[in-house]
């Protein structure tokens, strides 16, 4: 595991230096204004350089399996997998049919990587035989509550593999050996039986039902609540 973290007032300090200059070099060849397009490329390449070089999370699970914080190289995987199973993940997933081009998870990845630089939230991507193929996630990171509520989804074609509950097991010992939380929370409709399964699997108890707790792409679902202490 490489963990690596960085007060957060030096990290977007600095990637506000770096779109400064972007637009200082615009400005100087000649050019007015970057266009949208332009600006935002620029605003990603200063991420990437900054938090492969500063802010790094890496867990290998095993040999052919790690969870890696998500990067805006990832954004084109993430919309090919969408595109091909898009009635599947929007069956417990409330994004995906919004989920159109890559601006919409370049967007995502921003904010992930803004709220894990402030300790919010955590996001990964599983990597599974060198191809991205899902997340993980700690939605949230409550601190002064020591606990995290967790997320995942899969390609459909890959169920059954384990991938989820492996990596889930190392995201759990990671909120508690690394960031001394007492507790790990999962919510999941009460109709989604996989996702429920793997929570059960893993020793998580169910605390009760919340009715009524989701507009699921136009049905409202309830949500089962699991948890597991540490």
């Given at each position: ?213 989701e507009n699921l792409n136009g049905r409202v ?10």
């Amino acid at each position: 595991m490489l963990v690596n973290r960085m007060n957060t007032e030096v990290i977007f300090s600095e990637i506000d230096t770096a779109v400064r200059q972007i637009r200082h070099g615009a400005s100087s060849n000649g050019v007015d204004h970057l266009s949208v397009a332009d600006h935002r490329e620029g605003e990603f390449i200063s991420f990437v350089r900054f938090f492969k070089r500063k802010i790094m999370f890496t867990v290998d699970v095993e040999e052919s399996l790690k969870l890696v914080l998500v990067e805006p190289k990832f954004a084109s995987k993430y919309l090919e997998i969408v595109s091909n199973q898009r009635d599947y993940l929007s069956e417990w997933l409330v994004w995906p049919p919004h989920a159109e081009n890559e601006e919409f998870f370049l967007s995502f990845i921003k904010k992930s990587l803004h709220d894990y630089a402030d300790g919010k939230s955590l996001v990964c991507a599983m990597i599974y035989q060198n191809e991205v193929v899902g997340n993980i996630s700690f939605n949230t990171i409550n601190h002064d509550l020591q606990k995290v509520e967790i997320g995942y989804w899969l390609r459909r074609d890959l169920q059954g593999k384990g991938i989820v509950s492996k990596s889930l097991k190392k995201l759990i010992d990671y909120a508690f050996t690394e960031l001394n939380m007492q507790k790990v929370q999962i919510s999941a409709a009460v109709d989604n039986h996989a996702s429920r399964s793997v929570c059960e699997r893993l020793g998580f108890k169910l605390e009760g039902v919340i009715t009524r707790a989701e507009n699921l792409n136009g049905r409202v679902v309830d949500h089962a609540v699991y948890g597991l202490s540490r």
